[in-house]
């Protein structure tokens, strides 16, 4: 093949952390690989950013729990100088009027806990064994591509298998299941718990990333898939340099296989020949040609946008036609002078990650709210202060604090130029109630409402998920039932983002399958 | 000791159709209802001299016919109304007509859309496939895993060969219908507001999920469910029993007799007798005991065990499953007799679909909005209403030139947020129903004789019904098929040996008339015959 400047065998769209481990596993196949990023960095939405100088936070994601270890071996991250600051990460949840509660993680654990909430114990522990039992049902599923449902007898071995696995897993499996698919997390914690601290928690769990709340059908799924996640993934851990370091070991990657990753080139078009991709044309005219091309941006963005959509069947298009789900979490950096202090919380727990969760009915409120267009009296936060096991974020004896908001309105009620302030009011003054004096040790923020994601990170929507996690778009259905085993009707392009299965998440397994279609496409394999 | 082959508690339309089924199969049953009527929540009534409808039911719907031939209720004097089915008013003075002539409705469609009007095909089709793949589920018991490890997994792993060999888009279509919120599948097919809002409402009755809560267009299939569902090109039409439903229970009560079965009223069941964990009998409030075979409960699930049996008789873990069964309700009940026919301005003039019923609604944001007040026991404000005037097809019903109405106004909350409904706010939902009514039918609050409103408190104080949840049990998808009654269950069988439940509470619901009934029977039937 010609090998002049602009012809390479893999073009990717999108330097974000699954578009890098796709160019990645590509690259190090022997595959000449460009990595295409519009944006002035890489890392997508798994970035680091610079609050003010010397204070490094995670932009969006803070901690990752879904990242295999096949994915850091395959690729030899450790090599490329991954490494994790913390890991086995606690869940500490936050309690306004008494003692903070950890999620056990072990039997000493799980003694302490029962002294706090002796009456829930048990059934957090029932919960947590059923939760993972179910969870070890479909964990295998995401870590494979899904079956081609247009292959009957690969769909029949597919479900064969579900039905073997579940009829002989005890635990009267299928039933449980059968249960869980379609029910609400607050309907079955309602059933189980007690403690409003815990069901909040639990909730929060399960639906943050989407704007459900915690009483719509479908949700306790959600813990299931998240478990399962966490099953593919190591457990909650956070990398030495802030979550952007894995996004600079995967392109060290690339790089040392000699791979380009090209910053503020944005993609005009996709070329196709035929039925086939050709490449790709940058903003300024230029064309590059190669005969894959994977984009790990947004699915419609990708085949309507990039591609048109005269290239697709009706009913393709119709699948890809609908307005974007709006994201509904907020992201707050804050950069503190001093450490933060949270009274009745033990050291070992300064770097946990810190629920603030309000009863279950008010997490319902919220999400009411914030389908108005409002944010609740009562927000649901999840926060990290990185900085006390990576000291490199920021000066010495100084601190970052990074937060999740959940329940957060894409449009807010007369306009986020108006409520932003308030906003981050309110944020601040309820993390303030558990470490009061935080105002004063604040010198910058950053806040990142859904709106402001969208524009930085180019997740349409401000979705961090690109695209809900719903029961109609799980495995072969994700993004749509046309697009999903990361092929598109024309051949040589993959989709490898968020968008495809399994979803969300810093799990990396979208790049990587969609590597792995790339590498065999149909008929190719036997 | 007096003895029966069988018991049917609670003279409701189920339980006397289980009862007709086994005394058809030469069983003697006896039915036993504590109340001086039969019929359960259809029980006839008279609101005033001469004014007949059923008190918590509205009064339409039809037995599917497959149980009416069954059980030859034709020639017990049964026929049933067909009516074209329904208009929804909207608070702007839009209305959109439901037509079983296909003609007739795409053009009615048309007023509102044209695109609206051409989907419709496309809407039917893909309804009427749902409704196929699904009444054989609903004509026998939901496999429960708990039925035996290999039978249980010969029929899965058939059902997932079945699954297998659908289309992708085929099984696309299911995963949409059964997870989508109700708004978001509509919006998959139509663009006028007002034909959305027109379908959603239909979907929203007697649920308790909201426009967008997820996996409520599931319920957008069940109108299409009775055979004839859209058989001319159109929307379902609406059926009616002649004589309203007191002619349905008394065809049912003949044919019981008719085989030599007993009912007997005004005797409650207080007890069910259990030795060595199988079901021998009942006791009656007057103390008395009567064996049988086997005890069919036509009582919602939380009365038939919370309620009838000593808790230490129960396996172990029940009461526990048992109380997590939600029910709740959501609707209130509003019985009138007018002294003439009202009228509707907005409307065509001699529109057939009024005889089907009529619906007041606002657009689905306001349906959303009522959901929510629901969640928050705020009285309704703005609250969906049906609506049937049962004399415009079946002028017997009431006296001659006199009329009937009977509505279910939707998203009300058992109790207030500040305790619990008092008289003022029962008026006052009384009269906003009032005020709704009069601004599509002028007038109408002068033609009132009598007007009675049945909160869902009352609905259980009256009949005993959990919760006043005429569903029998929210109908989301975790309470229903191998979910109904509760996780495992899956069909009229209980944990306990010859005790069964014929209620809607069981498989498949409240939205076969009579269907928990047949399959109740038909377990009975085959149990029996397996051990004999």
Same mark, same amino acid.
């Given at each position: ?13 999108? +330097? ?5 481990? +796709? ?17 002035? %960095? ?75 909430? @002796? ?64 029910? %609400? ?9 007690? %403690? ?90 230029? +064309? ?28 393709? +298009? ?21 450490? @933060? ?39 649901? #936060? ?24 959940? &329940?957060?309105? &894409? ?36 806040? #990142? ?32 039932? %046309? ?10 392009? &993959? ?14 397994? @979208? ?16 | ?90 608070? /702007? ?7 079983? /002539? ?53 029929? $899965? ?119 060595? $964990? ?218 306990? $040996? ?35």
């Amino acid at each position: 093949m010609r090998r002049s400047g602009n012809t390479y065998d893999v073009i990717v769209i999108g +330097a974000g952390h699954n578009g890098l481990v +796709a160019a990645a596993r590509l690259a190090r196949s022997g595959r000449r690989v460009l990595v295409l990023e519009a944006s002035d %960095s890489i890392g997508g939405a798994a970035a680091t950013s610079e609050i003010v100088p010397g204070y490094v936070g995670p932009a969006v994601a803070h901690l990752i729990e879904g990242f295999p270890k096949r994915i850091e071996r395959g690729l030899k991250l450790g090599r490329h100088g991954l490494r994790y600051a913390a890991r086995d990460v606690p869940t500490v949840i936050l309690n306004p009027e008494g003692e903070h509660l950890q999620l056990p993680r072990n039997r000493k654990e799980f003694a302490r806990f029962s002294k706090i909430l @002796p009456r829930d114990a048990d059934a957090y522990r029932d919960r947590v064994a059923l939760l993972r039992s179910q969870a070890a049902l479909i964990e295998p599923m995401l870590g494979e591509l899904p079956p081609d449902m247009q292959d009957v007898a690969a769909m029949r071995r597919f479900l064969r298998r579900i039905v073997w696995r579940t009829a002989f897993s005890g635990r009267a499996m299928l039933e449980g299941l059968m249960q869980t698919l379609p029910e %609400s997390i607050g309907d079955r914690l309602d059933g189980e718990f007690e %403690s409003p601290l815990l069901k909040g928690a639990l909730a929060f769990d399960a639906t943050l990333g989407s704007a459900e709340g915690p009483y719509a059908p479908g949700t306790s799924f959600r813990a299931v898939w998240r478990e399962a996640l966490r099953m593919q993934g190591q457990g909650l851990r956070q990398f030495e340099g802030g979550t952007g370091a894995l996004c600079d070991a995967l392109a060290s990657v690339v790089n040392s296989q000699g791979g380009d990753i090209r910053l503020n080139t944005p993609v005009e078009r996709i070329l196709v020949e035929g039925e086939s991709v050709a490449g790709v044309e940058l903003a300024d005219g230029m +064309a590059m040609h190669a005969p894959l091309v994977l984009s790990a941006i947004n699915p419609r963005a990708t085949l309507i946008g990039l591609m048109g959509a005269e290239k697709l069947e009706t009913q393709q +298009a119709m699948e890809l036609c609908h307005a974007p789900r709006p994201g509904s979490t907020a992201k707050l950096n804050l950069a503190l002078e001093r450490a @933060p202090v949270f009274p009745r919380l033990a050291a070992e727990h300064y770097g946990a990650r810190l629920l603030v969760v309000p009863a279950l009915q008010a997490l319902d409120d919220a999400a009411n709210a914030c389908r108005e267009g409002r944010f609740s009296c009562e927000p649901a #936060l999840e926060i990290h202060v990185p900085s006390i096991a990576d000291r490199t974020l920021a000066p010495e004896g100084q601190h970052i604090l990074s937060v999740i908001v959940h &329940y957060v309105p &894409y449009e807010a009620e007369g306009g986020w130029t108006m409520k932003r302030e308030a906003f981050v009011q309110k944020i601040v003054r309820t993390i303030a109630a558990f470490a009061p004096g935080i105002e004063d040790a604040m010198i910058a923020g950053e806040i #990142l409402t859904p709106p402001d994601i969208e524009r930085k990170y180019g997740l349409a929507a401000g979705d961090w998920h690109q695209g809900d996690l719903r029961l109609d778009r799980l495995l072969g259905f994700r993004p749509s039932p %046309s697009f999903g085993r990361y092929r598109t009707p024309v051949a040589g392009l &993959y989709l490898c983002g968020a968008g495809s299965h399994p979803g969300g998440g810093v799990t990396g397994l @979208p790049g990587w399958l969609a590597a792995e279609a790339a590498m065999h496409p149909e008929g190719s394999r036997k | 000791m007096e003895r029966h082959d069988a018991i049917v508690i609670g003279a409701g339309l189920n339980g006397l159709v289980a009862a007709a089924y086994l005394a058809r199969a030469g069983l003697d049953v006896l039915v036993l209802d504590r109340a001086s009527a039969p019929g359960g929540i259809a029980m006839p009534y008279e609101i005033a001299p001469g004014f007949l409808l059923p008190r918590y039911a509205l009064g339409s719907g039809g037995l599917p016919p497959r149980i009416a031939a069954d059980l030859d209720l034709g020639r017990h004097g049964l026929r049933f109304i067909r009516a074209d089915g329904g208009v929804t008013c909207f608070a /702007d003075g839009h209305y959109v007509a439901n037509y079983r /002539d296909g003609v007739v409705h795409r053009r009615e469609l048309a007023r509102h859309s044209r695109r609206d009007a051409d989907a419709w095909t496309r809407y039917r089709r893909d309804m009427l496939r749902a409704a196929r793949g699904l009444a054989p589920l609903l004509a026998r018991p939901a496999t429960g895993p708990a039925r035996g490890l290999f039978a249980g997994l010969r029929a $899965r792993l058939s059902l997932a060969d079945r699954l297998a060999e659908l289309a992708p888009s085929g099984m696309a279509d299911m995963l949409r219908l059964w997870t989508l919120p109700a708004a978001e599948f509509l919006d998959q097919y139509f663009e006028s507001p007002h034909v959305k809002a027109h379908l959603c409402a239909a979907a929203l009755m007697g649920g308790t999920l909201g426009p967008f809560s997820p996996m409520s267009a599931s319920r957008l299939v069940w109108p299409w469910l009775s055979e004839a569902g859209g058989a001319m090109g159109g929307a379902p039409d609406t059926l009616m029993p002649q004589g309203g439903t007191a002619a349905l229970v008394a065809a049912l009560m003949t044919a019981i007799r008719a085989e030599g079965s007993a009912i007997r009223l005004e005797a409650e069941v207080t007890d069910i007798l259990v030795k060595d $964990r199988k079901v021998r009998g009942v006791e009656l409030a007057n103390g008395e005991a009567i064996a049988a075979d086997v005890v069919i409960s036509g009582l919602d699930v939380k009365r038939s065990f919370l309620s009838l049996f000593r808790w230490k008789d129960l396996p172990a873990g029940l009461v526990e499953r048992v109380g997590r069964v939600r029910m709740r309700g959501v609707a209130a009940k509003v019985n009138m007799a007018l002294d003439a026919l009202p009228e509707f301005p907005g409307l065509p003039e001699g529109c057939p679909s009024i005889g089907g019923g009529l619906r007041l609604a606002g657009t689905i944001p306001a349906m959303e909005r009522a959901f929510a007040d629901w969640r928050d026991r705020i009285p309704p404000r703005d609250p969906l209403i049906d609506v049937l005037i049962p004399s415009i097809a079946d002028p017997s019903l009431a006296p001659p030139g006199k009329h009937l109405l009977s509505a279910f106004v939707q998203f009300v909350p058992e109790e207030l947020h500040d305790g619990p409904w008092t008289d003022e706010s029962r008026d006052a939902l009384r009269d906003l129903v009032t005020a709704r009514l009069a601004s599509v039918s002028p007038g109408i609050e002068t033609r009132i004789l009598a007007c009675e409103v049945l909160l869902p408190g009352d609905i259980e104080n009256e009949i005993g019904l959990t919760g006043g949840d005429l569903a029998y049990g929210e109908t989301t998808l975790d309470q229903l098929f191998a979910n109904r009654p509760f996780p495992g269950a899956g069909g009229a069988a209980t944990p306990l $040996r010859n005790f069964y439940l014929c209620s809607p509470s069981a498989h498949p619901g409240p939205f076969v008339m009579g269907g928990p009934g047949a399959n109740a029977a038909a377990e009975v039937l085959s149990t029996r015959k397996g051990r004999g």
